[in-house]
């Protein structure tokens, strides 16, 4: 069981990043922030999302995130992005990059999506955000670029390590989303994640434009799902929804800091005067109406998020479907099921 529950975790955890990285805003200060001189010769109007399913010999391995953006020269070349996330350290993930680039480059050339020349110009990111250092071999330490603008790499170098919780305050480029979310990544407490969601507050909306209200969402969704212990996932995305629905031009993510901070010392207090009152009215009785309040509001916390993804009426679906649900595991999934799936359907048919 609590291997069981360690790796439904992971599967939020991981859903969470890859739709932090699903907004091409998000990919764009990515390549800004941490591709070096490769960036300055990208078109990132032609920025696009490419399904990252690649298949050969029946084998089948899905990217996390693949995106791809032509250079700006009008050489007609294009580059592939490719995003992996990963908690724990994996050593074989230079042989990963690698079959995985050599699967796409076989799919993209039945399709005639390669590049005129034949080629294909692939960028792999490992963005790491577990506790222990990155020490996996392979690793690039940095993009290197040719002068006519080839990304350089070495069969035995095929990706570049971002460690999300390391290395940031020494390369931190400013007002860029991505290393923001790596400042929230290295946080310890509430006070440090507030600090970081108040500087990002005083520029939010100058480099987010129109996109400000879902970069606003995706940091919430990500604080609810990867930092549980600082903020209950009913809290952060109540939070956001807030936010989202009564946002002016004025408002940013200050607001959402000073929400997430009121609410936080009242969950505190909550928390006390709940232990105090089980103190006397007896452990079992008070853990057992407790949960029972806990998971009512969860139930009702994923009926509210699937409406607002896919409409009221599979919120509703939902929530007869859930009911009676008591496993918190399985309303953990459930929660996971609505970040991962595009559509009602395919959502439905997983529930």
């Given at each position: 069981m609590?291997?069981?529950?360690?790796?439904?975790?992971?599967?939020?955890y991981?859903?969470a990043w890859?739709?932090?990285?699903a907004l091409?805003?998000m990919?764009?200060?990515?390549?800004?922030?941490?591709?070096?001189a490769?960036a300055d010769?990208?078109?990132?109007?032609t920025?696009?999302?490419?399904?990252?399913?690649?298949?050969?010999?029946g084998?089948?391995?899905?990217?996390?995130?693949?995106?791809?953006?032509?250079?700006?020269?009008?050489?007609?070349?294009?580059?592939?992005?490719?995003?992996?996330?990963?908690?724990t350290?994996?050593r074989s993930?230079?042989?990963?990059?690698?079959?995985?680039?050599?699967m796409?480059?076989?799919?993209l050339?039945?399709?005639?999506?390669?590049d005129?020349?034949?080629?294909?110009?692939v960028?792999?990111?490992v963005?790491h955000?577990?506790?222990r250092?990155w020490t996996?071999?392979?690793?690039?330490?940095r993009?290197?670029?040719s002068?006519?603008?080839?990304?350089?790499?070495?069969?035995?170098q095929?990706?570049?390590?971002?460690?999300?919780?390391?290395?940031?305050?020494e390369?931190?480029?400013?007002?860029?989303?991505?290393?923001?979310?790596?400042?929230?990544?290295?946080?310890s407490?509430?006070?440090?994640?507030?600090?970081?969601l108040?500087?990002?507050?005083?520029?939010?909306?100058?480099?987010a434009?129109?996109?400000?209200?879902?970069?606003c969402?995706?940091y919430?969704?990500?604080?609810?799902?990867?930092?549980?212990?600082?903020?209950?996932?009913?809290r952060?995305?109540?939070?956001?929804?807030?936010?989202?629905?009564?946002?002016?031009?004025?408002?940013s993510?200050?607001?959402?800091?000073?929400?997430?901070?009121?609410?936080?010392?009242?969950?505190?207090?909550?928390?006390?005067?709940?232990?105090?009152k089980?103190?006397?009215?007896?452990?079992?009785?008070?853990?057992?109406e407790g949960m029972?309040?806990?998971l009512?509001?969860?139930?009702?916390l994923?009926?509210?998020?699937?409406?607002?993804k896919f409409?009221?009426?599979t919120?509703?679906?939902?929530a007869?479907?859930?009911?009676?649900?008591?496993?918190?595991?399985?309303?953990?999934?459930?929660?996971a099921?609505i970040?991962?799936?595009?559509t009602?359907?395919s959502?439905?048919?997983?529930?």
């Open positions: 609590p291997n069981r529950r360690a790796r439904r975790r992971q599967v939020a991981d859903a890859k739709q932090f990285f091409s805003i990919v764009e200060h990515l390549l800004h922030g941490f591709a070096g490769i010769l990208l078109d990132f109007a920025l696009r999302d490419v399904a990252g399913e690649w298949v050969q010999d084998r089948r391995r899905r990217s996390d995130a693949v995106w791809r953006i032509d250079y700006l020269d009008g050489s007609d070349r294009s580059l592939i992005v490719m995003l992996e996330f990963q908690s350290v994996d993930m230079a042989r990963r990059v690698l079959r995985i680039v050599g796409a480059y076989e799919k050339r039945r399709n005639r999506q390669l005129p020349d034949g080629r294909l110009r960028l792999c990111f963005i955000s577990g506790g250092p996996a071999p392979g690793v690039a330490d993009v290197g670029v002068a006519n603008g080839e990304v350089l790499s070495l069969l035995s095929p990706y570049v390590a971002l460690d999300a919780r390391r290395g940031v305050r390369h931190r480029p400013e007002r860029n989303f991505v290393a923001t979310l790596f400042e929230l990544t290295a946080s407490t509430v006070a440090e994640v507030l600090n970081v108040r500087a990002l507050g005083g520029w939010l909306s100058d480099e434009g129109d996109q400000a209200e879902p970069v969402a995706v919430g969704e990500w604080l609810a799902t990867c930092m549980p212990r600082l903020f209950l996932r009913s952060a995305s109540a939070l956001v929804d807030q936010l989202t629905q009564d946002r002016t031009e004025n408002q993510m200050t607001v959402l800091a000073e929400r997430m901070e009121r609410e936080a010392a009242q969950w505190r207090r909550r928390v006390k005067m709940s232990r105090q089980g103190r006397h009215e007896g452990r079992q009785e008070g853990r057992q029972e309040l806990a009512a509001h969860e139930r009702s994923l009926r509210q998020q699937a409406a607002r409409g009221d009426a919120g509703d679906r939902l007869q479907r859930i009911g009676d649900v008591n496993d918190t595991d399985k309303l953990a999934e459930v929660g099921m970040i991962e799936c595009d009602s359907a959502f439905l048919e997983r529930i």
